[in-house]
């Protein structure tokens, strides 16, 4: 199965969901589908990345893109991760 099929992705334009619980939760580690969808991203989307952990390694590769990545916890077992393309 593609990595990608487990994601839930929106993208309406000016703001770029991707939700990554599911798919980590079931051992998936979708980091290269996630780094891609927001590299191909338009500038000035607003990219929100919700995952069930604090992930250091996507959060690092993320910033290797020339990223500022804003991180939250939502709720336990939810975690968003936002940055601006520019």
Do not use: Q, Y
Request: aromatic fraction near 2%; charge should be neutral; hydrophobic fraction near 40%.
């Amino acid at each position: 199965m593609d990595k990608l099929e487990l994601l839930t992705v929106e993208h309406d334009g000016v703001r770029l969901s991707i939700d990554a619980r599911n798919a980590i939760r079931k051992g998936h580690h979708p980091r290269f589908e996630i780094l891609k969808l927001v590299d191909e991203s338009p500038k000035g989307t607003l990219c929100e990345i919700h995952v069930p952990h604090k992930t250091g390694p996507l959060i690092a590769a993320l910033e290797g893109l020339g990223l500022n990545i804003a991180v939250a916890e939502v709720e336990p077992g939810h975690w968003r991760l936002r940055t601006m393309k520019i």
